[in-house]
T-cell receptor, first 116, second 117 residues
Framework: AQKITQTQPGMFVQEKEAVTLDCTYD???????LFWYKQPSSGEMIFLIY??????QNATEGRYSLNFQKARKSANLVISASQLGDSAMYFC?????????????FGKGTKLTVNP | DAGVTQSPTHLIKTRGQQVTLRCSPK?????VSWYQQALGQGPQFIFQ???????QRGNFPDRFSGHQFPNYSSELNVNALLLGDSALYLC????????????????FGPGTRLLVL
């Protein structure tokens, strides 16, 4: 079974600094996808970035980059130049295939607080 | 481009009642997935609908049922509500034509907050 582990319940960062949110995963599938979502207090899950298991390069989307280390089964999210609006819950998720369809398996999340 | 919409935004019910939550997918998407997010937890997969059929189901009892309509919108029904059903219910849509990669990314709606008293 697939599993996502996020070991940081909370993280603090100063505005304009970079921060890394940790994510490790476990799967026996040779093909998989990893996602990061941001969830503000309003509740909506906002898609940030995706990394496929066969992608040769780390994914980047603006200030977000994914540090993908396949051998270590880690997919850490790096946010550069943090902004106050980055304060939110961040969830790492894995795409799990079953019976021709897919679902997302989520970690417990990390609460990021950006201080001015 | 309209994103995923859900209604209602908030709902209060009492134990034993039944509830129906609604979801309209993002334009161009044909697959709808439902997730339950308890307070302080990550979302848990309930089920997924495609072509008006339940394609996959998570570890939820039969009290949880759903439906998908020809326009791809979907409903989540929960019968005989329990206090433990209090949660944020998230709907996500995706496209089966996207293939591998971000084409199958699930995009979420704002959720429905259900409180069972």
């Amino acid at each position: 079974a697939q599993k996502i582990t996020q070991t940081q319940p909370g993280m603090f960062v100063q505005e304009k600094e970079a921060v890394t949110l940790d994510c490790t995963y476990d799967t026996s599938d040779p093909s998989y996808g990893l996602f990061w979502y941001k969830q503000p207090s309003s509740g909506e899950m906002i898609f940030l970035i995706y990394q496929g298991s066969y992608d040769q390069q780390n994914a980047t989307e603006g200030r977000y980059s994914l540090n993908f280390q396949k051998a270590r089964k880690s997919a850490n999210l790096v946010i550069s130049a943090s902004q106050l609006g980055d304060s939110a819950m961040y969830f790492c998720a894995m795409r799990a295939f079953q019976g021709g369809s897919e679902k997302l398996v989520f970690g417990k999340g990390t609460k990021l607080t950006v201080n001015p | 481009d309209a994103g995923v919409t859900q209604s209602p935004t908030h709902l209060i019910k009492t134990r034993g009642q039944q509830v129906t939550l609604r979801c309209s997918p993002k334009s161009g998407h044909d697959t709808v997935s439902w997730y339950q997010q308890a307070l302080g937890q990550g979302p848990q997969f309930i089920f997924q609908y495609y072509e008006e059929e339940e394609r996959q189901r998570g570890n939820f009892p039969d009290r949880f049922s759903g439906h998908q309509f020809p326009n791809y919108s979907s409903e989540l029904n929960v019968n005989a509500l329990l206090l433990g059903d209090s949660a944020l219910y998230l709907c996500a849509s995706s496209s089966t034509s996207g293939g591998q990669g971000t084409g199958e990314t699930q995009y979420f709606g704002p959720g429905t907050r259900l409180l069972v008293l």
